[in-house]
């Protein structure tokens, strides 16, 4: 479903399409735009650029001004994409900081507390960059199988990238990354604490809860961003 400008005449191009123009024009990744509209996710900047989700006009207000855009351009399509019209310059956005972090298998991730130094040569399979500076180390895993992904609500599907921070304290509603004994790999799941009890909750209602006592759990890292690519 295409979402088409009503206030308007009939203008080529979507509402979706003019803000993705406009964050490209911008040198800005979908979790910077989200980021500058202070969202905690690039999801609705994906729903917005895929044209999945009806806008609201704070957020077309928002969007304007990170991008610098007129926000009737986004709406319709007419008149100058820039806020100043007459003008023939456009503000040029500054690079923030970016930090580079290992992408790593699960197996490696399971090993991570064990490593003396998780930088050694070959730990690595690539990097990933993002402008999140973690407060230790850090690594991204991507996401397999199906436990995280819930059909409402908060959900992680496979496939999607998690920056993992080992330097980040795990509170109730966390979603980790731990260790469990007698397994080779690490394990995503939401971290629940309840009267002092710790537990693994999976995403997926399908999957079972795992006691983290019973377990061995030990926790490896917090996971604070996520982002997959569209392309």
Known sequence: MKLV?????NVAGTIGSRIKEARIRAE?????LAKACGWSSQGRVSNYERDLREPK???????????????SWIWTGEGGQQKSEDSNVRMVR???SHYRYPVISWVKAGNWAEALNPFTP??????????????????WLEVKGDSMTASVGESVPQGMM???DTGIEAENGSLVVAQIDDSEEA???KLVIDSGQRYLKPLNPAYPMLDCQKAGCRILGVAVEMKRSLR
């Not at 400008?5 to 005449?9: C, E, F, L, P, Y």
């Not at 800005?28 to 910077?32: E, R, S």
């Not at 006009?57 to 926000?71: C, M, P, Q, R, W």
């Open 5 to 9: 400008s009503t206030r308007g005449g």
């Open 28 to 32: 800005m990744t979908q979790p910077q």
């Open 57 to 71: 006009s704070g957020d077309i207000a928002a969007i304007a001004k990170a991008l610098n855009v007129s926000e």
């Open 94 to 96: 500054q690079p923030d």
């Open 122 to 139: 070959g730990c690595e399979d690539r990097y990933q960059m993002t402008d999140y500076r973690a407060k230790g180390d850090a690594f």
């Open 162 to 164: 998690i920056l993992v």
């Open 187 to 189: 394990t995503f799941k």
